[in-house]
């Protein structure tokens, strides 16, 4: 059975559009923002998956199953639950800690942008931090939410969360240069 059998439907025409519970909503309402940051980190990521090593390519492509079911936890407002999720989200910080293990330590801010992978990786952090924000925002103006609703939503902040750790430390891998560039700052005297 196809989910999607018409891509132009004309119903958005007036400047809403229709959640998978049904409900119409503005298309510029917080849920609406953070479905649409959700969608452009994925977007990102197959970009990022064409750039970086066969592993990682694996890994993104797992992420991106991920963010397609906090997808649906936005479109039906919390009322999806996704097996496993906050296994993941272990799964995720344990994998973030694995490969921040084999990096040196870092003194500054890095600058992104060593090569093409890395500051694609750097782009992908940054939206997703993104979109974690309009994940929480939803939360703030929902009001109404059951409380599995409520914990839903809250996975998928966190899950993104611990993305934008993964992908600053898998940028860092990304980079080619034996001394990433930093931030020179203020200097303490």
């Given at each position: 059975?196809?989910?999607?059998?018409?891509?132009?439907?004309?119903?958005?025409?007036?400047?809403?559009?229709?959640?998978?519970?049904?409900?119409?909503?503005?298309?510029?309402?917080?849920?609406?923002?953070?479905?649409?940051?959700?969608?452009?980190?994925?977007?990102?990521?197959?970009?990022?998956?064409?750039?970086?090593?066969?592993?990682?390519?694996?890994e993104l492509e797992t992420?991106?199953?991920?963010?397609?079911?906090?997808?649906?936890?936005?479109?039906?407002?919390?009322?999806?639950?996704?097996?496993?999720?906050?296994?993941?989200?272990?799964?995720?910080?344990?994998?973030?800690?694995?490969?921040?293990?084999?990096?040196?330590?870092?003194?500054?801010?890095?600058?992104?942008?060593?090569?093409?992978?890395?500051?694609?990786?750097?782009?992908?952090?940054?939206?997703?931090?993104?979109?974690?924000?309009?994940?929480?925002?939803?939360?703030?103006?929902?009001?109404?939410?059951?409380?599995?609703?409520?914990?839903?939503?809250?996975?998928?902040?966190?899950?993104?969360?611990?993305?934008?750790d993964y992908l600053f430390?898998?940028?860092?891998?990304?980079?080619?240069?034996?001394?990433?560039?930093?931030?020179?700052?203020?200097r303490s005297n």
């Amino acid at each position: 059975m196809s989910r999607i059998n018409r891509v132009t439907t004309e119903t958005g025409d007036q400047g809403t559009t229709s959640l998978a519970t049904g409900r119409r909503v503005s298309k510029t309402a917080p849920i609406i923002t953070a479905l649409g940051s959700v969608d452009e980190l994925s977007s990102l990521l197959g970009v990022l998956r064409n750039q970086g090593s066969q592993a990682l390519a694996t890994e993104l492509e797992t992420v991106q199953q991920v963010l397609f079911d906090l997808g649906a936890i936005l479109a039906m407002e919390g009322q999806y639950q996704p097996q496993g999720l906050a296994e993941r989200i272990d799964a995720l910080k344990a994998a973030t800690e694995a490969s921040n293990a084999e990096l040196p330590p870092l003194k500054e801010f890095v600058i992104p942008g060593t090569n093409q992978a890395n500051a694609q990786c750097h782009l992908c952090r940054t939206v997703c931090r993104r979109a974690e924000s309009n994940v929480w925002a939803v939360l703030e103006t929902k009001t109404d939410l059951a409380d599995e609703a409520t914990n839903n939503l809250q996975l998928a902040g966190r899950y993104l969360n611990r993305l934008s750790d993964y992908l600053f430390v898998q940028a860092r891998k990304l980079s080619d240069t034996p001394e990433e560039p930093q931030w020179q700052g203020p200097r303490s005297n």
